[in-house]
């Protein structure tokens, strides 16, 4: 009994030697796993705060990069911007010099026009000049007799006759002794071929009333019409004469004294001008 009792003893105190080893076990390999837990969990917080200081690191390196993009961005802007200015400034003054160029052309142009058309108006006046000259020769003996008179009026070269010397007063029969000078005058003007004369006659203020000259007007035309008549009977082309009358209207001097009335009465023959003569009529013609 005492020893069942004995065994009995011996076996509680394994069970609990047993259970006492058991607990302690747990506890160490608890506290191991915890321990590597902890350490595991160390190194996860050490690893991962290393990785967010590596990518703040990097974030600040690429924030860094975009600031420098940009500020060269913001260069770049700023030298496209003046460059398009400047290439603006460059069209507007190439504009400028177009526009320039365009009325130093179109200055030239207009220079050397009215340099063509003075060259044309001197040489236009140096024929001018020469008919008169040539005309002053082959009528010298009719200017020196009286017969006649070669003027420059108006800008018209023509040639005068009195008409007291070619018609008795208020006629227009032409007088036998002036007959002669007409066809004389009229064989030297047919020699200027390519020319065309108006044969102008004038009367004095003197108011005439007929049945056939009611008035001035018809008086100095008709007297036109009869020397155009005779001048064309000596050999000058129709086409080479017109004739009119200008009445009283376009006296040399006035019409207050009997000598005064005598030099308004007159028959001109004008050298009528050529087209190309005229001062700037062939630009006229060209537009």
């Given at each position: 009994?005492?020893?069942?009792?004995?065994?009995?003893?011996?076996?509680?105190?394994?069970?609990?030697?047993?259970?006492c080893?058991?607990?302690?076990?747990?506890?160490?390999?608890?506290?191991?796993?915890?321990?590597?837990?902890?350490?595991?969990?160390?190194?996860?917080?050490?690893?991962?705060?290393?990785?967010?200081?590596?990518?703040?690191?990097?974030?600040?390196?690429?924030?860094?990069?975009?600031?420098?993009?940009?500020?060269?961005?913001?260069?770049?802007?700023?030298?496209l911007?003046?460059?398009?200015?400047q290439?603006?400034?460059?069209?507007?003054?190439?504009?400028?010099?177009?526009?320039?160029?365009?009325?130093?052309?179109?200055?030239?142009?207009?220079?050397?026009?009215?340099?063509?058309?003075?060259?044309?108006?001197?040489?236009?006046?140096?024929?001018?000049?020469?008919?008169?000259?040539?005309?002053l020769?082959?009528?010298?003996?009719?200017?020196?007799?009286?017969?006649?008179e070669?003027?420059?009026?108006?800008?018209?070269?023509?040639?005068?006759?009195?008409?007291?010397v070619?018609?008795?007063?208020?006629s227009?029969?032409?007088?036998?002794?002036?007959r002669?000078?007409?066809?004389?005058?009229?064989?030297?003007?047919?020699?200027?071929?390519?020319?065309?004369?108006?044969?102008?006659?004038h009367?004095?203020?003197?108011?005439?009333?007929?049945?056939?000259?009611?008035?001035?007007?018809?008086?100095?035309?008709?007297?036109?019409?009869?020397?155009?008549?005779?001048?064309?009977?000596?050999?000058?082309?129709?086409?080479?004469?017109?004739?009119?009358?200008?009445?009283?209207?376009?006296?040399?001097?006035?019409?207050?004294?009997?000598?005064?009335?005598?030099?308004?009465?007159?028959?001109?023959?004008?050298?009528?001008?050529?087209?190309?003569?005229?001062?700037?009529?062939?630009?006229?013609?060209?537009?």
């Amino acid at each position: 009994m005492k020893s069942w009792f004995s065994l009995s003893c011996l076996a509680a105190c394994a069970l609990l030697a047993g259970g006492c080893m058991m607990k302690s076990t747990h506890e160490q390999i608890l506290h191991d796993e915890k321990t590597a837990a902890q350490k595991q969990l160390e190194e996860t917080r050490q690893s991962l705060t290393k990785q967010l200081n590596e990518q703040s690191e990097a974030r600040k390196a690429c924030e860094g990069k975009l600031a420098a993009t940009n500020q060269a961005k913001g260069k770049l802007e700023a030298d496209l911007a003046a460059r398009q200015m400047q290439i603006r400034k460059l069209l507007d003054e190439k504009g400028a010099l177009s526009q320039e160029r365009e009325q130093l052309t179109a200055e030239q142009q207009k220079l050397s026009r009215e340099i063509q058309q003075l060259q044309h108006m001197r040489e236009a006046a140096e024929r001018r000049s020469a008919e008169y000259r040539e005309l002053l020769k082959k009528l010298a003996k009719m200017i020196d007799a009286g017969s006649l008179e070669v003027k420059v009026r108006n800008g018209r070269m023509l040639v005068q006759m009195s008409s007291d010397v070619l018609f008795a007063p208020a006629s227009t029969r032409i007088k036998p002794e002036a007959r002669s000078a007409i066809e004389e005058l009229a064989a030297t003007l047919a020699t200027f071929t390519g020319r065309k004369f108006l044969v102008l006659g004038h009367s004095d203020s003197t108011p005439i009333h007929s049945a056939r000259f009611p008035s001035n007007w018809e008086l100095s035309t008709q007297r036109a019409v009869e020397v155009v008549k005779i001048m064309i009977e000596a050999g000058v082309p129709p086409q080479m004469l017109a004739a009119a009358g200008a009445a009283e209207f376009d006296p040399l001097v006035e019409n207050d004294t009997p000598e005064n009335r005598a030099t308004n009465r007159r028959v001109e023959i004008i050298f009528l001008p050529k087209i190309d003569e005229l001062p700037g009529f062939d630009q006229v013609l060209g537009k």
